[in-house]
Antibody, heavy 123, light 107 residues
């Protein structure tokens, strides 16, 4: 059974940092690209960042570029999101999602998702 | 960035109805299009990838079509468990972008 379990979400003040983690099981982690997607309560989905299977190709949404850093440790079957200079508008539920491909920009979609971890940024 | 526009934003329908949701991309994306279903308090679930490929375990009443800029998700006969919010997403280029969602409600 494929499982993705996020952690690290918290209530923090603007300007502070957080590191999200996603531990996976049930599939060969180092064969797939991975992503972070966020959702503001009651709103739609926003793709945040993606990383290829070998960490060579990394992409970010403009809204987080320069503040967030995605990384992965294939030996630990873990995906990370380092979030610096947090803003109130970063408040959301953050999902870790598996790509159905080794690389990004393919037709195959995000086929498995975790249940998310909450990040609240408030003064 | 590629903009994805879904319509309608909300839809009321009855069990047994046939419903269609449309998604339009601001530029051609070939068939790099996925459809997701999200129920309250749950993570999104991928229903269809590559515009028309039904994912394993998804009922055959769901179907997808289209290429280029115009796409549709069709549910041939609504079941009670289908009432949810549906999103399209392009994976042609980054940033990946989602449609704004279509909330399917019981009439």
């Amino acid at each position: 059974e494929v499982q993705l379990v996020e952690s690290g979400g918290d209530l923090v003040q603007p300007g502070r940092s957080l590191r999200l983690s996603c531990v996976v099981s049930g599939f060969t982690f180092d064969e797939y690209a991975m992503h972070w997607v966020r959702q503001v309560p009651g709103k739609g989905l926003e793709w945040v960042s993606g990383i290829s299977w070998n960490s060579i190709n990394i992409k970010y949404a403009d809204s987080v570029k320069g503040r967030f850093t995605i990384s992965r440790d294939n030996a630990l079957k873990s995906l990370y999101l380092q979030m610096n200079s947090l803003r109130v508008e970063d408040t959301a539920l953050y999902y870790c999602a598996k790509d159905d491909s080794r690389v990004m920009a393919t037709p195959f979609g995000l086929d498995f998702w975790g249940q998310g971890t909450w990040v609240t940024v408030s003064p | 960035d590629i903009q994805m526009t879904q319509s309608p934003s909300s839809l009321s329908a009855s069990v047994g109805d046939r419903v269609t949701i449309t998604c339009r991309a601001s530029q051609t994306i070939s068939t790099y299009l996925g459809w997701y279903q999200q129920k309250p308090g749950k993570a999104p679930k991928l229903l269809i990838s590559a515009a028309s490929t039904l994912k394993s375990g998804v009922p055959s009443r769901f179907s997808g079509s289209g290429s280029g800029t115009d796409f549709t998700l069709t549910i041939s006969s609504l079941q009670p468990e289908d009432f949810a919010t549906y999103y399209c997403q392009q994976s042609y280029g980054t940033p990946y972008t989602f449609g704004q969602g279509t909330k399917l409600e019981i009439k």
